[in-house]
């Protein structure tokens, strides 16, 4: 196969708050997925790239899979659900410093038919208390046909482990065609990335109040100076890296809460709150994009969205 790429679809699955977010943005070298110690942040199938010299993995970082039957947590199940189904592999994260409950047994007997597509990564293991041979001994039990050597002790924070998981999913992966060009690190387009880093500084600040209650809905977009650009969601726009430079993109985003009595939490006393998730927001955005955000950032209230079916699929099905 002289000449040949290897090129595959990876989802990466697990518990809430395992780590995956982290892994991903690890394994892609950027940003790729926020971060938030609050489980189920992550809302969507978020795809990053990883490209070598044998190829090109795309890793779909997905919704942590709780039981629950809320009609929200039933979406995230079947973003996973599908990414899964889709893939040409899967990532199995665990957490080696939490025990194996009643959560991981659930999910284990959910991949337990796609065994021959999966390998798995138990992270954290350089955190207090954890096991690894606890964890090894309940994938050996729950899924007995997932070979041993495609079992990996990872550290996402220290980055210890990673290129031998790497090296396993390359080894794994189909002959085939990169999916997208060698410089992207992610498919993401702007209008998105941007609603991400927010939402991701407000659950920040507002963790023990209403983390699951906000979503951010970026309302408008302009070139302010400079040549204009296409920015809609879709478009492959300052994800990757060589983007051609701009000098100030103007947002005009909305953090949305379910009550009206929701409002002044985010904004905060003299408007302090929504003054720090704006600053803390424009920081990362200016690392990852060629230009200068100028974030105009206001709250409104969208009430009672979660139970909004057509809110919804715009939100988590895009």
């Known amino acids: 196969m002289d000449g040949q790429k290897k090129a595959a679809f990876t989802a990466v699955v697990g518990r809430p708050s395992v780590g995956k977010s982290t892994l991903v943005n690890r394994l892609c070298g950027e940003k790729v997925a926020i971060v938030s110690p609050v489980p189920q942040t992550t809302r969507n199938a978020i795809r990053g790239i990883v490209n070598r010299e044998a190829g090109q993995i795309v890793f779909v970082d997905t919704p942590g899979r709780h039981k629950s039957e809320k009609k929200f947590n039933r979406k995230l199940l079947s973003v996973s659900d599908r990414s899964m189904e889709e893939a040409d592999l899967i990532l199995y994260v665990l957490d080696a410093s939490r025990p194996p409950a009643g959560e991981e047994e659930a999910i284990a007997a959910r991949i337990l038919p796609l065994a021959d597509r999966l390998v798995a990564g138990v992270n954290k293991i350089d955190a207090p208390g954890a096991d690894f041979e606890e964890a090894l001994t309940f994938l050996r039990d729950k899924i007995p046909a997932l070979k041993r050597e495609r ?66 809905d970026v309302a408008d977009m302009e070139f302010r100076d400079g040549p204009s650009g296409d920015t809609g969601d879709g478009a492959p726009a300052g994800e990757y890296r060589g983007a051609p430079p701009r000098r100030r993109l103007w947002v005009r985003a909305f953090i949305a809460v379910e009550r009206e009595s929701q409002k002044g939490m985010v904004v905060g006393k003299g408007g302090q709150t929504i003054k720090a998730i704006r600053q803390a927001a424009r920081k990362d955005l200016d690392r990852i994009f060629d230009w200068k955000i100028e974030l105009d950032l206001r709250v409104k209230t969208a009430r009672d969205w979660r139970h909004n079916d057509t809110l919804l699929k715009r939100l988590i099905e895009r």
């Open 151 to 216: 079992i990996f002790q990872v550290s996402a924070l220290k980055n210890r482990g990673l290129g031998e998981l790497l090296d396993c999913l390359f080894h794994l992966a189909p002959w085939g065609e990169p999916f997208y060009p060698a410089d992207f690190y992610t498919d993401q387009g702007v209008q998105f990335r941007i609603a991400e880093i927010i939402r991701e500084k407000a659950v920040a600040r507002l963790r023990e109040e209403l983390p699951h209650s906000i979503y951010v």
